[in-house]
Structures are given as C-alpha cells and as structure tokens.
C-alpha cells in the first residue's frame, strides 16, 4: 500500500519528550501516521524545536508529507513562549478590531510557518456564554456570536493566507458547558433553534471563510442525540457537513480526554469517530492507545476510508511538510512583540483598566 493510502494518514499523534522516539519514527518513516503534535512538553528552545519539526518532516515518506501541528492561541493556550511572542488571548482580541485580529493571525503564523509548523489548533470559536465555564473563557473572542463571527474570520483569513492552516473549535460549541471535557463528560441541553442563535453562527462564518479544518467538542446535546457526543455522532456531525456545508478535514478532539476514554472503548473512539463523520483522530500521548486506534483504522472497510483520506490528501496537497520554513530560527521578531504589547494595550482600554495596574 502506498503510504498516502495507509489508513494511518487519519491519525494524529503526540509524543513525550524533547526527541522523537524511535517507535514514532519509524512509524512516521513508513507512512502510518498522518500527522503530529507538538506541546509545551516537546519545547525547549528555537533551535531545538526548529531540528524536531524538520526531522519530522524529513522522516515522512515521498509522496506522503507529514503534518507537524501545535496549539497557538495565545493567553493560556500556547505552546510557544519567550523568546517567540507571547500573545495576549483571544478575549482581549475580541475587544479590539477584527483589523487588528488579523495582524495577530498574521504575525502568529509567521513565526509557526518560519519554524516548519503546517496547522494551528486554533482559533477557539465558542462564544462564551457561561461565565462558569471552566475550560473556555478568555480562550473565546467574546461573548456575542456576532464578534466571535467577525474575529474568527478575520484570524483564518489572515493565518491562511500566510500558509499555516487553522482549526475552528470546538464543533458545535463548548462556550456553554460548566465541566471541562478534559476532565467529564459535559452535557448541553440545548435545541437547535437556540444553537443557530448562539452556538452555531461563528462555525457557519469560519466555513464562508475557508477554514481549512474543524475541531469537535467531547459534549453531549442530547437534544440531537441522547447518548453520543458530538465526536461520536452523526447527527451532530450532520450540522456541520449539511446545515453549515464543511468540506473540509474534521478532527476530533483528543480522545486522550475523560469525556471519552472514560465511557468510550478505543475501537467506538476511532471507528466510531469515522461512522460520526469525522475525518483525523487525535491521541496526543499514549503510545499504547496510539498504536491501537492504529490497529483499528488499518482493519476498517474501504468505504469507512475512502471521503476521510479524500479530505486528509486535499488538505495536505495545500497544508503539509513544512514547506515555508526558514534555513535558520530567528525568534525573537520584534516588530511582533511590539504588537503584542499594543494587543494588550488596546484590550485594556477597552475595559477602562490602567495599563501601569495590569495583574
């Protein structure tokens, strides 16, 4: 089987560690995995995440060019830190200009395009409605789905056109939940009437905009299905592939996460997660669980197969093998952390704080 055809091209996978592991090579080296994550655990410095990126690429096989992904959203959630930019959240983005979100997306991918990186897990599109919500909050542009709509736009735009690829998340909203599906299963007793009013807008702006990929949430609606999350079901999935028309690659969520593994064996959380109508697996540090959605996607029928890998090898033709890097890391970009601190400026003001008081 040519690699660009092992079904292990849907699998996204991390790894422990500030080198790659000789198992995940050699995996990587015969086209068995689609693509993988970086986290903070993998960061030491530029030039040492600068030569992990590229081995990974170097390690893929022709014809099959590997995806490295992380995510960057700013605040809480990135990856990357001093001496790259560190960015303010999305929230205090969401109180600015969606003009100034895409000189963020911009300037973002920049960095991750210099340093081999091909996607970016972000940017978050939940609105954030709940103000208990654990695991959203400032990750979130805001709380109305018309700024969501507007900033989110103007991030992928911006992202994409510098050549990494982006991710809305989380399909079909997270911005309403009081538990963290890191942790539980989540449940948001919503109707669809109410989701085209809240939840929905920013995801349905994210495809006019040509998002290159979408993220699920690990919530339960049971109002749309009463026992599967959203990852896992096809009614769900159906919102996003039929009311909201996204051709484009579908990933889950990690299925790491307790929302899944804790009810969830690992052949529903790979072969379900495609008959839901997801495309790419995510299993960001078991190599154990790894190697057994492995073993699961390398049994599937060819017609489970054939529109996820259709959408991976689409994706990859535009999105893939770190193409744009540069010869030689150049962190820190100056011109970037003058905008950053302006970013926070600008989101301070917004609120009636004194920059000179900023916790």
């Not at 096989?61 to 992380?70: F, S």
């Not at 991030?155 to 963290?180: N, R, S, Y």
């Not at 609606?221 to 009463?226: A, C, G, M, S």
């Not at 540069?326 to 704080?353: C, K, N, S, T, V």
Request: proline share 8%; net charge negative; hydrophobic share 40%.
């Amino acid at each position: 089987m040519p690699p660009a055809e092992h079904p292990g091209q849907l699998l996204f996978v991390g790894f422990p560690g500030y080198d790659v592991p000789g198992d995940l090579a050699q995996l990587v080296r015969e086209g068995r995995i689609g693509g993988v994550i970086l986290f903070k655990r993998n960061v030491r410095d530029p030039e040492q995440v600068r030569a992990v990126v590229a081995e990974l690429h170097a390690l893929a096989p022709e014809g099959a060019p590997l995806v490295v992904a992380l995510d960057q959203e700013g605040g809480r959630v990135q990856r990357l830190r001093a001496p790259w930019t560190e960015w303010p959240p999305m929230r205090a983005l969401g109180r600015g200009t969606p003009e100034d979100t895409a000189r963020f997306a911009r300037a973002l991918a920049v960095e991750l395009r210099d340093c081999g990186f091909d996607l970016d897990f972000a940017p978050v599109v939940d609105v954030d409605s709940n103000p208990d919500n654990p695991v959203i909050g400032d990750r979130s542009f805001g709380g109305s789905p018309g700024v969501v709509a507007d900033h989110a736009t103007a991030f992928i735009e911006a992202m994409q056109d510098e050549g990494v690829a982006a991710c809305a998340k989380h399909f079909p909203g997270h911005g309403d939940t009081d538990l963290d599906s890191h942790l539980a299963l989540p449940k948001l007793d919503l109707d669809l009437a109410r989701m085209h009013e809240i939840e929905l807008p920013p995801f349905r702006a994210a495809v006019e905009a040509g998002v290159a990929s979408v993220m699920t949430a690990h919530v339960l609606f049971p109002q749309l299905d009463r026992k599967r999350p959203a990852t896992l079901s096809p009614d769900v999935m159906g919102l996003l592939r039929g009311d909201l028309g996204f051709e484009g690659l579908v990933f889950s969520d990690d299925i790491e996460m307790r929302a899944m593994a804790d009810h969830w064996s690992s052949h529903a959380c790979s072969i379900g997660v495609l008959e839901a109508g997801v495309d790419s697996i995510l299993v960001c540090s078991k190599a154990d669980l790894r190697d057994e959605v492995l073993r699961h996607l390398e049994q599937a029928s060819d017609p489970l197969l054939e529109g996820p890998m259709t959408r991976m090898w689409a994706f990859k033709e535009r999105f893939a093998g770190g193409r744009r890097a540069l010869p030689e890391p150049i962190p820190p970009y100056e011109e970037h952390l003058e905008l950053a601190a302006d970013l926070r400026r600008q989101g301070d003001a917004a609120l009636g704080l004194d920059p000179t008081e900023r916790a």
